[in-house]
Nanobody
Framework: VQLQASGGGLAQPGGSLRLSCAAS????????MGWDRQAPGKQRESVAR??????????DSVKGRFTVSRGSAWNTKNTVYLQMNSLKPEDTAIYYC???????????????????WGQGTLVTVSS
């Protein structure tokens, strides 16, 4: 699975940006997609997740400002978006697209989870 993110750039405080990420490769459906970020000098953190059924969750610092979504058409279901509004300087980070594929062995019932990350796109919030 390859993840290609786009949409990063420079925004002013209070502004908006929209990130997109398209998955490609030998994948029929990705169970979870989302975004992580890593700010300078900080550990990488999970920002937002969306499951294939539409359930979402967010880290507390972005709730009410960021919205994660997935494409609904058959050819965009493995595309994930992050609409970022009311941006703050502390949102400055490299944002990484994330995906998880879950499989269950029919014989052993063993659950396997495969995690993937994209190359990252820089978001800078500054006046």
């Amino acid at each position: 699975v390859q993840l290609q993110a786009s949409g990063g750039g420079l925004a002013q405080p209070g502004g908006s940006l929209r990130l997109s990420c398209a998955a490609s490769g030998a994948v029929s459906s990705l169970d979870v997609m989302g975004w992580d970020r890593q700010a300078p000098g900080k550990q990488r953190e999970s920002v937002a997740r969306i499951a294939s059924g539409g359930t979402t969750n967010y880290t507390d610092s972005v709730k009410g400002r960021f919205t994660v979504s997935r494409g609904s058409a058959w050819n965009t279901k493995n595309t994930v978006y992050l609409q970022m509004n009311s941006l703050k300087p502390e949102d400055t980070a490299i944002y990484y697209c994330y995906a998880r594929r879950i499989t269950v062995d029919l014989d052993t019932r063993k659950r396997n989870e495969y995690d993937y990350w994209g190359q990252g796109t820089l978001v800078t919030v500054s006046s």
